[in-house]
């Protein structure tokens, strides 16, 4: 009896001795796993971050296009011309604005067709070719007699990615004088 007593402690003590090499192996499987998924959480969170950034680049640039147009209608309301000067030709004619113009263009309502869009000194401007992927057009629609209430529909569109993904900003703009 007292031999196999000692067979038994044996036993016990030989079976708590150290892992085995599947123990391991699956330890490493699971640390293994549990990288891969932090990892491609990692890497999916960049890839969002990037595409939020030009999300919002886009929205602003869409922005800026609608302000634009609200410029020129405002300077000439400030210069005391008709307010649809250089953006519809006469208060019943169509719209014409070209579908890119540039902030600095405002006093002269210089007319490119170029629509892409270049970043200089932290400034975007309109370009030929742009540096920056996206593009920006503008059109306009109109309602109505302009010199009685009428109103011009403003639609600004940025596209980026070859044109796949889009950011749209609209605006009525009215006589502020009616």
Known sequence: MLEKIKRTKSAVRKSHSGFSLIEMLVVVFIVAVGLVGILSVYNSSI????E???????????QEGMELVRSIRDYNLINELDWWNNLCTGASGTCNLCPSI??????TH???ANTGICVSS??????????TGFTREISLTKTGDLSA?????????VSWD????????????????F
Do not use: F, H, P
């Open 47 to 50: 890839a969002n971050q990037y």
């Open 52 to 62: 939020v950034r030009r999300e919002m680049i886009a929205a602003g640039l869409a």
């Open 102 to 107: 540039d902030y600095n263009s405002l006093s």
């Open 110 to 112: 210089a007319c490119t």
């Open 122 to 131: 932290g400034r975007y401007s309109q370009c030929a070719s742009g540096n």
């Open 149 to 157: 209430g009428g109103y011009i529909s403003v639609t600004s569109t």
């Open 162 to 177: 070859g044109g796949q993904k889009n950011s749209t900003a609209t605006d009525m703009l009215y006589d502020n004088n």
